[in-house]
């Protein structure tokens, strides 16, 4: 994916966060596992998935029939 793409998923999504692994490449989960880990466990530790209101406010609006 490139970066750009990223940085725009993060930002649409309300709890979204780019995280870039330096030294690794295509497969993360190859390159850089024990980082990988430790990122997805501070994320899921510490968002709160409890209030999505903001989450409304962030999504496009559906296009026109």
């Known amino acids: 994916m490139p970066p750009e793409h990223?940085?725009?998923l993060a930002d649409l999504l309300v709890q979204g966060r780019l995280v870039?692994?330096?030294?690794?490449?295509t497969l993360i989960p190859l390159d850089q596992?024990?980082?990988l880990a430790r990122l997805i466990q501070?994320?899921?530790h510490t968002s709160d998935t409890s209030d999505t209101s903001e989450m409304a406010e962030r999504l496009p609006?559906?296009?026109?029939p």
């Open 61 to 64: 609006e559906p296009p026109a």
């Open 42 to 44: 501070e994320f899921t």
């Open 33 to 35: 596992p024990a980082q």
């Open 20 to 25: 870039e692994i330096e030294d690794s490449y």
């Open 6 to 8: 990223g940085r725009r």
